[in-house]
């Protein structure tokens, strides 16, 4: 079963004024509300004929919203016909089963194909025809390693007059602040550069908790999100995980940037953001990643840069996560989930700013910077609105760093 997808996430920060309609948004948000702890105990109790009555009850409900707003949050009509699919499943009404699957692929822009693929709620429809013909359908949308794996190859061109990647210089004022609030130098340690590397990030991991929805209202640098966290008790998002840690890593002199890695599928709202950092000891870039206290090896123990995590995905070539990967110190991060699908997904193409320095994407500042996005040849999107330069050159991503005089 789909996990219960809570509408007042889908609704924070739009609560729009009702149009003449049978049935308000806020209405609707609070019968739903509702609702979804009916399903959520029946799913857990195992009544199944409850659960289904609750759930026809939100798909009702749901059709008595306006026409825009059906569309605006149709993903939520899938996740209850998903969730409907399942309890029959469950219950071995086959047929009835897969009508609701096939009325959730229609209601969700995407859907959730390793999921699917795994949830045991669907294994009593699992070998129907129609069910595998189904499945087949959102592969393209849903089934990510394969997605990726048929991405458009890169290549090596001309890129004379593109700006080099820059560093801010660890001794400009604003890194220094920040190396001396955290007495970075102690969180670092004595060891070697991948020791303090690791150190910095796991401190980073362990001082600001995680929350992929909330977008801090604070200003974006380390000093900003570290007070905003302390002083309201609230986690930032990925985002901000990584800010924070490429300004910990460049006030300690490393070369870093926080690299934005998204998806291929546009009307999916998720991405992941993580860093890079360059370790002169091994004159390459390593996969640093703050919220789940991550970084990749090879199955000989050799340290990897996001370049070679997705080329080794592609060739499924084997990818070791460190043992304490984890969230916010509650859950274990496993290999399988992180790289084969939640990676997977967001490494179809890359982005980060040509310039790394404090305060990079400020609220209130005019902070301007231009984004360079690696991405795989034929690939084209349309969601942006910042400065940005395509390119399809991955020695021009990852050249080797220069120092931002």
Known sequence: ?????????????????????????????????????????????????????????????????????????????????????CAYSLQNRKMEAIDAFEKAIKNWDYINYSHAKQDSDLDNIRGEKRFVELMQSIREQGDYLYILKQAGKYEKSDTTGLPHFEYENADNQRLKAVKNLFNLDSVAGQGDEISKIINLMTWVHNTIKHDGNNYALCEFDAIDFYNYHKSTGKGINCRGLAITLNECYLAMGFKSRYVTCLPKNEKDPDCHVINCVYSETLQKWLWIDPTFNAYVKDENGNLLSIEEVREKLISDKPLVLNEDANWNNESRETKEHYLDTYMAKNLYWLECPAISQFNPESRYRNNQNTYIALMPIGYEHSNTNKKQIIIHSPEYFWQKPQIKK
Do not use: P
């Not at 920060?13 to 105990?41: D, H, P």
């Not at 289904?52 to 149709?74: C, G, H, P, W």
């Open 1 to 85: 079963m789909k996990k219960i997808i809570f509408i007042l996430i889908f609704f924070a920060g739009s609560m729009l004024i009702a149009q003449t309609n049978s049935l308000s948004l806020q209405e609707f948000m609070t019968q739903i509300s509702t609702l979804e702890k009916s399903v959520s105990e029946n799913f857990k109790n195992k009544n199944y004929e409850a659960l289904e009555k609750a759930l026809n009850e939100s798909i009702m409900l749901f059709y008595r919203l306006s026409d825009n707003e059906q569309e605006t949050y149709k993903m939520v009509q899938g996740s209850n016909y998903y969730n409907l699919a």
